[in-house]
Every structure is written in C-alpha cells, then in structure tokens.
C-alpha cells in the first residue's frame, strides 16, 4: 500500500523523526520513523478506530516533549495528536468542535510541557481556523480568527516562546472565489489576524512557516502556478 511520510524535527543529530502514514485507502494507519544517526527504523504508534489515520506535522526538542498531529476518520475527521515519551507514543486527548470534519496540521513545542497545534474544523457550511493548546492533561480549544466566510485553515505553526508564535494558511470569502493568505499571531491568550501579501490573482496559500534564529519568520506556499515565500521581520 502507499507509504508516506509528511513531517519531520530534528532534536538533535542522533535524535531526528518523520512521520506519516501508510497503508491502502480507508485502512490508512499512523506512520513514525527515528533516525538515531546512522539509519532509520520503524517505531510502533497508534491509530484510532478502524478507518484512514493521518499525521502531518511533527516538533519537540531535546530534553522535552515530541508531539505528531494529525486526523483519524471516527465520527467525520477528527483531531488527532500522539506524544513520544521517551519510550512509546501515546495518544492524546484532543478537542473537536464543529460538526464535520477536523483537522490538525501543524505544531510547535515553545517550551517544556508547552505545544500549540493549528488546522481547521468546519461548522456548518464554514470551514473554520482551530487552534488548541496542551494544557498538561488534554488539549484545549483557545480563540482562532476565521476572518472570511467561507473558509479558513491554518497549515502550519512556528513559536518564539509560549507567548508568540505565528500561524499560516488560507482563506476564501466564498465558494469559487481565489484563496488568500491567511497569517495569524499568538500572544499566549488568543489568535489575531495580521495582514499578509496574497500577490496572485488565482489561488494564494501559505504551507509552512519557520523561525530564523534570531529573529523573524519565514513561510512558504504558492501563488497561482508561481512560488511564493513570505518574511516578517
């Protein structure tokens, strides 16, 4: 069946993880592979439910937590997140609003005992931006901005500290209309929408974002059938 890996961190040389998923459509099961410096190997990790599970981001760092989120298909798609502890990954307690299909596409680990995952949930006919925190026992919901109408994902996270990060994705005020940027900032209590270029007169999306050391962040998508990448500072 399909192999696929989506994610990867890198807590240090002999300490990297990617993951993924595997298996045929509707039978899909969650993916985790370590490289311990030299090779990569296969290590177990669980799948809700008997349908397609998915992971699509991954982040920790040394000496603290590694979490991996995703969605599995029970009851629509819901947020998924296992943790590695040190030892076995195990599954954490999620947050699913909404009443159709979530997801969570990225995440980030600031700090020990501290990580912040992004993606979307759709209520109704809207798709809507989801941000959660781990509060030490469960993920919990904490405020996002869907500013357009129709539809809002977050696709990926970067964090300074517990109380900065930014978020990147799309958004599209209605159906058929072109996607547009969307970049949102985390100030340790709730999400707010900042300003972000949307250059192309088709289809505009921000992918992935990271943190120069530093100073400043980077995110990356695309704009129509051009590339585009993104700075602030």
């Not at 099961?29 to 190997?41: A, C, F, I, K, V």
């Not at 809207?126 to 994902?153: C, F, H």
């Not at 209605?174 to 972000?196: D, I, K, Y």
Request: aromatic residues 10%; charged residues 20%; proline residues 4%.
């Amino acid at each position: 069946g399909e192999n696929a890996l989506l994610g990867a961190t890198a807590r240090s040389g002999a300490d990297i993880w990617a993951i993924g998923y595997r298996g045929d459509p509707g039978k899909r099961r969650t993916l985790t592979e370590h490289r311990n410096g030299s090779s990569w190997s296969i290590v177990a990790s669980p799948s809700v439910g008997s349908g397609d599970n998915f992971l699509f981001a991954v982040a920790g760092r040394a000496g603290r937590q590694l979490w991996a989120v995703g969605s599995d298909s029970v009851s629509f798609g819901r947020t998924l997140a296992v943790r590695w502890n040190g030892k076995a990954w195990t599954v954490g307690r999620t947050a699913d609003p909404g009443d159709g299909d979530r997801f969570l596409q990225g995440v980030a680990v600031p700090e020990a005992d501290v990580a912040l995952a992004v993606g979307s949930d759709l209520k109704g006919n809207q798709t809507r931006a989801l941000a959660e925190r781990w509060t030490g026992k469960g993920w919990a919901i904490v405020p996002a901005a869907s500013p357009a109408a129709d539809y809002n994902s977050l696709q990926a996270i970067a964090a300074a500290g517990t109380h900065h990060a930014w978020a990147v994705g799309a958004r599209r005020a209605t159906p058929g209309s072109a996607f547009r940027t969307l970049a949102e900032q985390w100030n340790g209590r709730s999400w707010t929408v900042a300003a972000s270029p949307s250059p192309g007169k088709a289809d505009d999306m921000l992918f992935g974002i990271t943190k120069v050391p530093g100073g400043g962040y980077w995110a990356v998508g695309s704009a129509g059938n051009n590339t585009l990448t993104e700075f602030h500072c």
